[in-house]
């Protein structure tokens, strides 16, 4: 049974070292901020210059001025701070983010990645994910198997146009977490009930164990 | 110091004389900071063939509050300069898409870092600096780069604004400015960036004073116009459901 | 009688206008924040991030954290902002700088001006004079017009190494209020009983009327 | 966030682990912001061969609080890099200028503005800039140099340091620092700039959360080590007369 989004977001907060600055990404990597850390020490960083935020403000509790890299309405419990947005991406350039977690269309066995322009668009969505992706010590991306057609999201080389070149050390989706390695990807966990051959058949690059 | 007011009457009067062609810069990450009231009255005052800068041309969201992709429809664009030129998700169509797509309006697709970067290097006299974002990418091909210790870097432009227009939670009548949470995000380096700030501001404006000196986010010296924000329905103040 | 450094410090600034964003460098220039400016409103800028202050503190009210460019202990009246040093320069070299005072060693027809490094010296004092000469809308020199030995301070060219090249509006000396023309200096004001004839003499560049 | 405490318990444990051959940048400006417990513990200490950046080399006044000249004549400097390399009227003679003369410390002399903007490009990862500061003077001779709209600017590079000695006026236990008026100077930056940032603190240190996070200078991720300057005689107090 593949892992719901929660249990994604979960398995991937797992690979997160005591005390690093994490910087979370539009749209499904936003989830890691609810799950719970057990005793690490994280500070999430937003690119909007949000520095050591929270959970989502329960309803009702919402600061009309505090959101989030994807507009969400966050929190922004005690030890927090701000910095206007040449600084937040000042911290991100200089490499002080540990890691940063993106959602993504494409991944490729040579750790390129596809995250802001789809096929025949004109326009992009670059927002940080290029700041970000030159420049964190980490980049994981948390993102589909497949697409809604069926089509693999796994390649040996993307597609689309890249974000960055070179620099994916994780990947989780739906069926697994898992790392590439240049020529492949090496599995380094699985969904339970995911078998090897489900793997590849869904995936359009070389799979290792 | 400054003794004179810089508090205008109104929104109108805040953006009377921008000029046909301006370049200007448009605070706030989506709804923080966002100068929604200017906006209006730049739709009213009508100036053509601007550049409008900022972070994205406004979403697919209904309602709508005013955003560039207004200014679009409204026959004033003619290019925007944004890190986000089309929908957040496959699906969405913006407002602006259409006419991007027709060629009635340019777009520059710049990397946030950079943009926010390109904004605070125009104010800080820099003209030029070097960058690892975007690299090895479309937005790179046939520019300048250059390898500095063993890493490459791809050569980028300060962004000078003609004015920004920003939203504030207070200002002191010098025009001293603070920020609350993240509205801060642009606002700071679109105002080194401007000739021309111009700010729409929550709290009733304070006497010169009333800000301690460690306290200011952006010194006063660079702001020019200061319109407090009326209660709606007077005014625009989004709520939490019309921005999600 | 030659003007003194007060009178040279009220002469000067009565060229400034009204709203103008001024910077006083080190030494003699630091008085013009102690002259009655009238009507006038103009904010004083110190290169170490203070913006908008007043006369040097009175005895025994002096702010330990609050000095200007010459470690003066001035005032902050209402109104004042502080920026940190990169900002502070941030200021200066987008030309919001109307104009900046600066002391100097020497003063060319040119526009040249010399005020960081003395003869033989191996090290230099350049704080923030080269930035603030090659960005402030204009440049004031306020200086003696001649060194303890008597030799000229004003030239056809500077023998020292030059702070910047051809920025130089303005200079006041205990003689008079000069503009250097690029081939001499013109008169703009003397010091009440100094002769054209003085004048000339103390000068090592041709002197316009 | 951060739960762990950044406090260590005296200016000796602050400075453990500087290791010879570091590039140390020195906050101040005058007497605001400097660091002189931490530097008279750097002096116990003994690191070699380091690479001292700040405003001045110290000034020729006494009594003299601890400065970079009294790293020079401790024999653990091998170049600094500063705004200020000889004293501001020619017959001041620096502590640090006969060393220089004899060739046994290097120097670069930096305009100022250049300086900060190096230490901030370092800590926003812009490798390299354009100025026009230096432009046709002495420090500009066999530079790179390039016209960007009309204009001759100098290409500068960022400026990386292994530790930041800064003093502030509060911290919170996360690291958040404050500084009081004109002790801004170069501490924010400077902070940007190093891997390793150790501050004195002038107020008690503050519990996680008495800093609003609108009002933080400093953001605590870029802060290492804290430690509260104790009452003088303990700890370096300098008084006005000391610093005119």
């Known amino acids: 049974m593949p892992w719901s989004r929660p249990e994604m977001a979960e398995r991937l907060a797992r690979e997160f070292q005591d005390g690093w600055i994490v910087n979370l990404g539009v749209g499904m990597p936003t989830l890691i901020a609810d799950v719970d850390l057990g005793g690490k020490e994280i500070v999430f960083h937003a690119e909007n210059g949000v520095i050591g935020f929270g959970p989502v403000a329960p309803e009702g509790q919402e600061d009309i001025h505090l959101v989030d890299a994807s507009r969400r309405y966050i929190t922004l419990p005690p030890g927090g701070a701000i910095v206007h947005h040449a600084d937040s991406f000042a911290l991100i350039r200089s490499g002080r983010i540990d890691v940063t977690v993106l959602g993504s269309y494409e991944a490729a066995a040579n750790r390129d990645f596809a995250n802001w322009k789809v096929k025949g668009a004109k326009g992009g969505v670059i927002g940080g994910a290029m700041d970000l992706a030159a420049c964190a010590k980490n980049v994981f991306l948390m993102m589909e198997h497949r697409t809604r057609d069926g089509a693999p999201r796994l390649l040996a080389q993307c597609a689309l146009p890249v974000t960055a070149r070179g620099v994916v050390k994780l990947v989780i989706t739906e069926l697994g977490l898992f790392e590439p390695t240049g020529t492949a990807f090496r599995v380094r966990d699985l969904a339970p009930g995911v078998t090897m051959d489900e793997l590849r058949a869904a995936t359009a690059a070389p799979v290792t164990e | ?244």
Chains 1, 3 share one sequence.
């Open chain 2, 1 to 244: 110091m400054a003794r004179r007011s810089k508090i205008v009457a109104d929104f109108d009067a805040a953006v009377q004389g921008i000029e046909d062609g301006s370049t200007i810069a448009f605070g706030g990450f989506a709804l923080p900071g966002s100068p929604f009231n200017l906006i209006a009255a730049l739709l009213r005052q009508g100036a053509k063939r601007l550049v409008c800068v900022g972070n994205t041309t406004g979403g697919p969201r209904k309602p709508r509050n005013p955003d560039i992709g207004m200014l679009v429809e409204n026959g004033q664009v003619a290019k925007v300069i944004c890190s986000f030129t089309a929908g957040s998700r496959a699906s969405d169509v913006l407002p602006f898409t259409p006419y991007y797509e027709r060629g009635e309006v340019d777009a520059e697709t710049v990397p946030q870092g950079t943009l926010a970067e390109r904004l605070r290097a125009a104010g800080a006299g820099i003209p030029a600096f070097y960058t690892p974002a975007g690299v090895g990418t479309e937005i790179a091909e046939g520019r300048e780069t250059r390898v500095i210790n063993g890493r490459e870097y791809l050569l980028e432009y300060a962004l000078p604004c003609d004015v920004a227009l920003l939203r504030a939670y207070q200002a002191d009548e010098a025009g001293n400015l603070r920020f609350r949470r993240a509205q801060r995000n642009f606002g700071p380096i679109m105002a080194m960036a401007a000739k021309l700030v111009i700010v729409e501001v929550e709290e009733p404006i304070l006497p010169v004073g009333a800000i301690d000196p460690d306290d200011v986010h952006t010194p006063g010296i660079l702001v020019h116009r200061l319109v407090h924000i009326p209660p709606a329905p007077a005014a625009i103040w989004p709520t939490l459901k019309e921005t999600r």
